[in-house]
């Protein structure tokens, strides 16, 4: 099946710096990335939607100038967490979709963000 | 806005023994309904996917059925072992563009 590599799938920072987190397709071409958040014992909860060469689509309550997310090329979607802080400690999941016309999507393995 | 919703949110079988999780959702206009297994810390992966024209998938020991009308989706997991605990989270699609709206998971923990 289609793989979709995340990283790192576990980063440690300090308050205020920035972290980057990469997901990229190994096999196939993904027009569309979607990236989603989970904290402990809750769903996965869609943060932004990214359309290759174009500006993503974020979700209400989530801040675009916080979660900043490139998608430069067909293979690769990175968000990048501005500034990061405690509250911001979550796991953080990004999806591939490979047929639009039966929506499915690939997962990546997630990356545990813990912000000191 | 579509919801889902999970039931039970926890279970706890011993080995061997059928189980049935439970899924319903809000808004019966579905395009599909995807049942996934995330282990801890982990990501998730595919388990079924149920166009909204059919009525059941089955893989192996799983087995998901689909209602659109009434809103709810079952999977079915026969002659369950240790190796299934995990949560099983149920997602679906209202249209081929839309992204998933997922429930919150079921974790199951079956006892050897």
């Known amino acids: 099946g289609a793989v979709v590599s995340q990283h790192p799938s576990w980063v440690i920072c300090k308050s205020g710096t920035s972290v980057k987190i990469e997901c990229r397709s190994l096999d196939f071409q993904a027009t569309t990335m979607f990236w989603y958040r989970q904290f402990p014992k809750q769903s996965l909860m869609l943060m932004a939607t990214?359309?290759?060469?174009?500006?993503?689509?974020?979700e209400q309550g989530v801040e675009k100038d916080k979660f900043l997310i490139n998608h430069a090329s067909l293979t690769l979607s990175t968000l990048t967490v501005t500034s990061a802080h405690p509250e911001d400690s979550s796991f953080y999941i990004c999806?591939?979709?490979?047929?639009?016309?039966?929506?499915?999507?690939?997962f990546g393995a997630g990356t545990r963000l813990s912000v000191l | 806005k579509q919801e889902v919703t999970q039931i039970p949110a926890a279970l706890s079988v011993p080995e061997g023994e059928n189980l049935v999780l439970n899924c319903s959702f809000t808004d019966s206009a579905i395009y599909n309904l995807q049942w996934f297994r995330q282990d801890p810390g982990k990501g998730l992966t595919s388990l079924l996917l149920?166009?909204?024209?059919?009525r059941e998938q089955t893989s192996g020991r799983l087995n998901a059925s689909l209602d659109k009308s009434s809103g709810r989706s079952t999977l079915y997991i026969a002659a369950s072992q240790p190796g299934d605990s995990a949560t099983y989270l149920c997602a679906v699609s209202d249209s081929g563009n839309t992204p998933l709206v997922f429930g919150k998971g079921t974790r199951l923990s079956v006892i050897a």
């Open positions: 990214s359309n290759e060469g174009s500006k993503a689509t974020y």
């Open positions: 999806s591939a979709r490979i047929i639009v016309a039966k929506n499915i999507q690939y």
């Open positions: 149920i166009q909204s024209s059919q």
